[in-house]
């Protein structure tokens, strides 16, 4: 039983415009999967209960799905997650159209990454090398000793991998060593003064 409510209340701002679908790229809905397929690849996404998309000529609109309302007081979630959605389907175009890439700085003295086919191979002051395998749909490109970028579609996995490399050496306080975004701002402390 759907409530008589103004849709404008339960639906993000970002939702009240509609998405640009581009030349050259394609998305479906079947039952609850959302498939965008493009140049770089494909992303596929299990669409949730709370939103309906509707697909037309060129664009794509997420709406509140009202059915499931009981009570107003319910309208911040069916916001919330008509917002979310949104910027989700907005990340699966941008990826399969231009994709996404994150990049990471090593500082420290002998700490380096060198490229062997496809796997990064990192030194880390560890007894051994580190080498990190990319998922599907991912590439790392390692333009100097201390920089990798990692390219991928998928904004998602692309922040996971780079997550997942910077685990091996999260930056020190004292002294900065480690592996960090590029750009990020780390906190330092002093060290002991002999």
Not at 176 to 194: D, L, N, Q, S
Request: aromatic fraction near 6%; hydrophobic fraction near 40%.
């Amino acid at each position: 039983m759907a409530m008589n409510v103004d849709i404008k209340k339960v639906t993000s701002r970002l939702a009240r415009k509609e998405l640009p679908i581009p030349n050259g790229v394609q998305v479906t809905l079947e039952a609850d999967t959302l498939t965008v397929k493009g140049p770089k690849g494909s992303i596929v996404k299990k669409v949730n209960p709370y939103v309906v998309i509707q697909i037309t000529e060129g664009a794509a609109r997420v709406e509140p799905n009202l059915d499931l309302m009981k009570r107003m007081s319910e309208s911040k979630i069916f916001r919330s997650m008509t917002g979310t959605f949104c910027s989700h389907i907005h990340n699966m175009i941008h990826g399969v159209t231009e994709g996404f890439t994150k990049e990471l700085e090593i500082v420290g003295v002998g700490y380096r990454a060198a490229l062997k086919g496809k796997t990064l191979n990192l030194s880390l002051g560890y007894a051994h090398e580190v080498n990190v395998e990319p998922p599907e749909g991912i590439s790392f490109e390692v333009p100097s000793a201390t920089k990798i970028i990692v390219k991928g579609y998928d904004k998602e996995v692309v922040g996971q991998t780079a997550a997942n490399i910077r685990k091996w050496r999260e930056p020190l306080v004292y002294g900065g060593k480690g592996i960090r975004y590029a750009g990020e701002m780390v906190r330092t402390k002093v060290g002991k003064k002999v």
